[in-house]
């Protein structure tokens, strides 16, 4: 069986742009995207720390070291520039593979810099942690 878990993180992120204009997506600088083995045209969920908004979008790659967080199309109405947003990535795993893999949480400085990168341990496992 497959479940839905977390892969990935991009904690307080700062948007950089809302182009309500553009076809859809969200921009993330490559660095960015490198920290936490989040690909171009993932699905990703955002979240709005100011005002609670939710949204499911694509990546798009920005230029590396550029810093970008933009969020495009109709979810640029969901963000306004200066929002601080959390990104999160989630995959389908086995159980097999969720006991293995550490998700990679990019903790951003408000200049979406990644000040560093912390991972998540899974849950106690049933068997082992008794």
Known sequence: ?????????????????????????????????????????DAVLVANHRNAARFETYVFPGERGSGKIEVNGAA?????????????????????????HRPPVALMTPDNRVQDVIHYEPGPHPERDR
């Open 76 to 100: 640029a109405h969901l963000v306004e520039k200066g929002d601080r947003v959390i990104i999160f990535h989630y995959a389908h795993m086995t159980d097999e593979e969720y006991w293995a």
């Open 1 to 41: 069986m497959l479940r839905k878990v977390l892969f990935a993180k991009i904690h307080l992120a700062t948007v950089t742009a809302a182009c309500p204009d553009y076809v859809g997506s969200i921009t993330i600088d490559l660095d960015i995207l490198d920290a936490t083995g989040i690909r171009v045209s």
